[in-house]
């Protein structure tokens, strides 16, 4: 726990010397909710009908906006570790007296914690500026929904960010599964009216199944039984990305 | 009977990349460490130390062979290994854009120290390495060699009993090289066992208790650094000064084969496998009657290392 601790101290006086980070992890968010969500609702109208009721978009895509987040500060924080490798830190943190699934959780952690922040910060804006009507009995399940979901993606980027050695080769691999991942989900648009080919490959991607919980932790849209199979399919995910993060950190050397 | 603080035996590791022949870095290397002992692990570039110490320090894994640390076996007890050892890797690792303050605080922590024992501490550690007037400077704002003053210098702030150094020196001026060698020294007499590899054989030399020599992932040479001199089969160093050097002055002393020889000036340096091929030499160049001044002493581990790495390449 000391090692962990550790990390989350050093995370935070490194984010203390670079405000810009906190534009990313506060400020854009907000900007995709406010600016991109507010834009499409307008041009939308009335909004979208699903499951009988008809949903605004912003209320539609407010899920999105987190699912969004988490995958943009798992991005973040991932590329740190090139920035550590430039540093040289990089193996000497690894003769540290931690677990390499320690090194791997207090890298995250600190993100987590500022997720909680942005999430708090997104749903105020949702709720103040928006008008939607959250779900509040499930707000805690919503933030340990945030919280799994950054810290699942942070282990997936992890395993290309070891594997991978050029900064440049990671950055175009992860714009690249940026790009399919988020268009192949139901983060941007309801899958039941996309085509069957794209709702199958949808229906198989994490960020799908991580979208589709925090929807029906927001605005309760979704079949229950189904979000329950995307939570264990979402926890799953959680497992095994962090098993071959582990695996790929001890042969990063 | 207490075990060493490293048991290093048959020692293997390769490197196996697809499409490309295996790389036997280390091959069947085996050496002891006591406790509170400074230890050299020297060779040429590519030799295997700094993978060899990879493998001491956790980062690799061993393809075969066993290799313990205070008793820790660290490919099956790597936590408790870590637990023991502190380490400056090859490479400057610093925070860049942490103070070195916070450099300090940062490493305390990962290594089990309250902030107070920090502050305690630091104070210390930067007057020992002359780092007071930089402790507020970003890392990304110091010099190479400071950079590498800050690294050297978390090491001295924790107690761990094992302090690995690979080419800890390197990008140091001579007067830190000196506060660092002190520091070293003065580490190992509280206790602590020193592990370095180094390029610079004087250093080795004037720090190291015990030494190994590496070369093509083998050890050709190890023990006490005078069992190792000793290795070089009595091997002296010779200077010659002479009123003036001709072609034929060279000559005649060249048909002793030295294993090495350097004209500088009016003088000739060269070191020779034996006494008897040291007294020779004097007596050939004072025939000469141009020789003003002559010294002959024993060689140094330079000497022996270029001798001992030479003679494996030949057999090899």
């Given at each position: 726990?000391?090692?962990?601790?550790?990390?989350?101290?050093?995370?935070y006086?490194?984010?203390?010397?670079s405000p810009?980070?906190?534009?990313f992890?506060l400020?854009?968010?907000?900007m995709y909710?406010?600016?991109?969500?507010?834009?499409l609702?307008?041009?939308?109208?009335?909004?979208?009908?699903?499951?009988g009721?008809?949903v605004?978009?912003?209320?539609f895509?407010l899920?999105?906006v987190?699912?969004?987040?988490?995958f943009?500060?798992?991005i973040n924080?991932s590329?740190g570790f090139f920035v550590d490798?430039?540093?040289g830190?990089f193996y000497e943190?690894?003769t540290?007296?931690m677990?390499?699934?320690?090194f791997?959780v207090g890298?995250?952690?600190f993100q987590?914690l500022?997720?909680?922040?942005?999430?708090a910060?997104?749903l105020?804006?949702?709720v103040?500026?928006?008008?939607?009507?959250?779900?509040?009995e499930?707000l805690l399940?919503l933030i340990?929904?945030?919280?799994?979901?950054i810290?699942?993606?942070?282990f997936?980027l992890?395993?290309?960010a070891?594997?991978?050695?050029r900064?440049?080769?990671?950055?175009t691999?992860i714009?690249?599964?940026y790009?399919?991942?988020?268009f192949?989900?139901s983060?941007?648009?309801?899958?039941d009216?996309?085509?069957?080919?794209?709702?199958?490959?949808a229906m198989?991607?994490?960020?799908t199944?991580?979208t589709?919980?925090?929807?029906?932790f927001t605005?309760?849209?979704?079949?229950?039984?189904i979000?329950l199979?995307?939570?264990?399919?979402?926890g799953?995910?959680?497992?095994?990305s962090?098993?071959?993060?582990?695996?790929?950190?001890q042969?990063?050397? | 009977?207490?075990?060493?603080a490293?048991?290093?035996?048959d020692l293997?590791k390769?490197y196996?990349?697809?499409?490309q022949?295996?790389?036997?870095?280390?091959q069947?290397?085996?050496f002891?460490v006591r406790k509170?002992?400074?230890?050299?692990?020297l060779?040429?570039?590519g030799?295997g130390?700094?993978?060899t110490?990879?493998?001491l320090t956790t980062?690799?894994?061993?393809?075969?062979?066993?290799v313990?640390v205070?008793?820790f076996?660290v490919?099956?007890?790597?936590?408790d290994v870590?637990k023991?050892?502190?380490?400056?890797?090859?490479?400057?690792?610093?925070?860049?854009y942490l103070?070195?303050?916070n450099?300090?605080?940062?490493?305390g922590?990962f290594?089990?120290?309250t902030?107070?024992?920090?502050?305690?501490?630091m104070g210390r550690?930067?007057?020992?390495?002359?780092?007071?007037e930089?402790?507020?400077?970003?890392?990304?704002?110091?010099?190479?060699?400071?950079k590498?003053?800050?690294?050297v210098?978390?090491?001295f702030?924790i107690?761990?009993?094992i302090v690995?150094?690979?080419?800890?020196t390197t990008?140091?001026?001579t007067?830190?090289k000196?506060?660092t060698i002190?520091?070293?020294k003065?580490e190992?007499?509280k206790?602590?066992?020193v592990?370095?590899?180094?390029?610079?054989?004087?250093?080795?030399?004037e720090?190291?208790d015990?030494?190994?020599?590496?070369?093509?992932g083998?050890v050709?040479?190890s023990?006490?650094t005078?069992?190792v001199?000793?290795?070089g089969?009595?091997?002296?160093?010779?200077?010659?000064?002479f009123?003036k050097?001709g072609k034929k002055?060279v000559?005649?002393?060249?048909?002793?084969?030295p294993?090495?020889?350097?004209?500088?000036g009016?003088?000739?340096?060269l070191?020779?496998?034996?006494d008897?091929?040291a007294?020779?030499i004097?007596?050939?160049?004072?025939?000469?009657?141009l020789?003003?001044?002559?010294e002959?002493?024993n060689?140094t581990?330079?000497?022996?290392?270029?001798?001992?790495?030479?003679?494996?390449?030949?057999?090899?």
């Amino acid at each position: 726990m000391q090692a962990v601790l550790a990390i989350v101290y050093r995370e935070y006086l490194i984010r203390l010397t670079s405000p810009l980070w906190l534009f990313f992890d506060l400020v854009v968010p907000l900007m995709y909710l406010l600016m991109f969500g507010v834009g499409l609702d307008r041009a939308i109208g009335l909004g979208i009908a699903l499951e009988g009721r008809a949903v605004s978009y912003n209320e539609f895509f407010l899920a999105g906006v987190l699912s969004m987040s988490c995958f943009g500060s798992a991005i973040n924080q991932s590329y740190g570790f090139f920035v550590d490798r430039d540093n040289g830190i990089f193996y000497e943190f690894l003769t540290y007296p931690m677990t390499r699934g320690q090194f791997l959780v207090g890298k995250i952690l600190f993100q987590c914690l500022m997720s909680i922040v942005q999430a708090a910060l997104t749903l105020s804006c949702a709720v103040w500026i928006l008008e939607i009507q959250l779900r509040w009995e499930f707000l805690l399940p919503l933030i340990a929904g945030v919280v799994i979901g950054i810290a699942a993606w942070f282990f997936f980027l992890a395993i290309f960010a070891f594997r991978i050695r050029r900064n440049d080769t990671f950055n175009t691999v992860i714009n690249v599964a940026y790009f399919v991942l988020m268009f192949v989900s139901s983060m941007f648009y309801p899958l039941d009216s996309a085509p069957a080919w794209l709702r199958t490959l949808a229906m198989g991607n994490p960020l799908t199944w991580h979208t589709d919980v925090l929807r029906y932790f927001t605005i309760g849209l979704g079949d229950p039984q189904i979000v329950l199979w995307e939570i264990i399919g979402f926890g799953l995910f959680l497992v095994a990305s962090f098993w071959v993060a582990v695996k790929s950190l001890q042969k990063a050397v | 009977m207490s075990h060493p603080a490293i048991e290093v035996k048959d020692l293997v590791k390769f490197y196996e990349k697809r499409g490309q022949p295996l790389v036997r870095a280390v091959q069947g290397v085996s050496f002891s460490v006591r406790k509170g002992e400074i230890f050299g692990l020297l060779g040429p570039n590519g030799a295997g130390k700094t993978t060899t110490l990879k493998i001491l320090t956790t980062l690799l894994l061993p393809t075969s062979g066993s290799v313990r640390v205070m008793g820790f076996d660290v490919a099956t007890h790597s936590l408790d290994v870590r637990k023991n050892i502190c380490v400056v890797v090859q490479d400057n690792a610093i925070e860049l854009y942490l103070s070195v303050r916070n450099n300090f605080r940062t490493f305390g922590r990962f290594h089990g120290l309250t902030t107070g024992e920090v502050e305690q501490r630091m104070g210390r550690i930067s007057e020992l390495f002359g780092l007071q007037e930089h402790l507020n400077a970003k890392g990304v704002d110091l010099s190479g060699g400071l950079k590498r003053r800050v690294q050297v210098a978390k090491m001295f702030l924790i107690d761990k009993p094992i302090v690995f150094l690979d080419e800890a020196t390197t990008g140091m001026d001579t007067f830190n090289k000196r506060s660092t060698i002190a520091a070293i020294k003065e580490e190992a007499r509280k206790g602590r066992t020193v592990v370095l590899t180094t390029h610079l054989l004087d250093e080795a030399e004037e720090l190291c208790d015990s030494l190994a020599i590496i070369n093509h992932g083998r050890v050709i040479a190890s023990g006490s650094t005078d069992q190792v001199k000793a290795m070089g089969l009595k091997m002296m160093y010779v200077w010659l000064d002479f009123k003036k050097i001709g072609k034929k002055t060279v000559q005649s002393i060249a048909k002793w084969k030295p294993v090495k020889l350097e004209t500088k000036g009016t003088s000739i340096e060269l070191t020779v496998r034996d006494d008897k091929a040291a007294l020779a030499i004097v007596a050939a160049a004072r025939k000469t009657g141009l020789l003003r001044n002559f010294e002959i002493v024993n060689a140094t581990l330079e000497d022996v290392f270029v001798e001992l790495v030479d003679k494996k390449q030949e057999a090899a």
